[in-house]
């Protein structure tokens, strides 16, 4: 017996078509993806749109971000995981990829149980990979900084050009080498300060923020200002009680080195 004509009920297609952009002359301008109607609940899940890995390391970078969850949600949709793949893939020795993108989420926020932010994770993850690793390590140290200190942590220092965020993180290299000196001994206690060494450096950080959003007349006072403020924060950590002189000495010349930062590319 022949059985024709099965299966032709009509059902509703759950999802509404994004407006397609035309071709600009002879280049075409990239369409959006379908999105979900699910994006009304909070869930942004893209049709036809799942990042693919080039390889199993990348695939495990993408599984890894699509578990994290945030309020019983995903937390990096397809999106983001794409950004920060193409981010990762800055990182020249393929296989370190994978360890790269867990040290960013080593770095705690003060609500236990919670990861921090994804901006900030995002910024993260931009200012490290393809780095050597004492750099960044170097810059995780001060992202664990921002994130308990500053409104919107990273922000300056990620908007910064490269070149002088390639000079600064010379400066948080050192900075990261006094919390090694501090735990060289057990004999005497450990420095207890290096929250104060991290807030002189964001002056430098948020300095160039600042300067971007003055007319001449104030920059020039914010600069004066903030010279005599630097000045005496490095007469500060001089007069300072050490636990020792090795710690002594790299925290002068660390402090040393952002006053001197400061004249030669700010003031």
């Keep these: 017996m022949e059985i024709n004509n099965l299966c032709k009920t009509s059902y509703p297609v759950y999802y509404a ?13 990239p ?6 109607l699910y994006n009304s609940k909070g869930v942004r899940i893209p049709f036809c749109g799942l990042v693919k890995g080039a390889d199993f390391i990348e695939e495990n970078c ?15 949709d397809e999106y983001d995981i794409k950004e920060m793949l193409e981010t990762l893939r800055k990182e020249k020795n393929s296989s370190d990829r994978e360890s790269v993108l867990k040290e960013v989420f080593c770095i705690e926020s003060e609500d236990f149980g919670k990861t921090p ?3 900030f994770l995002k910024r993260a993850l931009r200012l490290t990979a393809g780095r050597p690793e004492d750099e960044r390590f170097a810059i995780l140290e001060f992202a664990q900084h921002e994130l308990n200190n500053a ?22 290299k050192d900075i990261n080498k006094i919390d090694d000196a501090t735990f060289s001994t057990m004999d005497e206690p450990p420095y207890q ?39 005496d924060d490095l007469e500060f950590f001089k007069k300072q009680n050490y636990p020792n002189e090795n710690i002594k000495k790299k925290v002068n010349t660390v402090t040393q080195n952002i006053y001197n930062y400061f004249m030669e590319n700010i003031l």
Excluded: M, W
Excluded at 201 to 225: G, H, I, M, Q
């Design 117 to 119: 932010p994804k901006d």
């Design 193 to 231: 300060n290096i929250d104060s060494v991290y807030d002189f450096f964001r002056v430098l950080v948020y300095a160039e923020d600042d300067l971007a959003k003055l007319s001449k007349a104030e920059a020039n006072t914010y600069k004066v200002d903030t010279y005599h403020l630097i000045k």
């Design 151 to 172: 409104t919107k942590p990273l922000e300056a220092f990620a908007a910064l050009p490269v070149e002088k965020q390639d000079k600064l993180v010379k400066i948080l």
């Design 17 to 29: 078509k994004a407006q397609k952009q035309t071709c600009a002359g002879s280049v075409c301008q």
């Design 31 to 36: 369409q959006n993806i379908d999105v979900s």
């Design 62 to 76: 993408i599984n890894f971000l699509r578990k994290i969850r945030e309020n019983r949600c995903r937390k990096f």
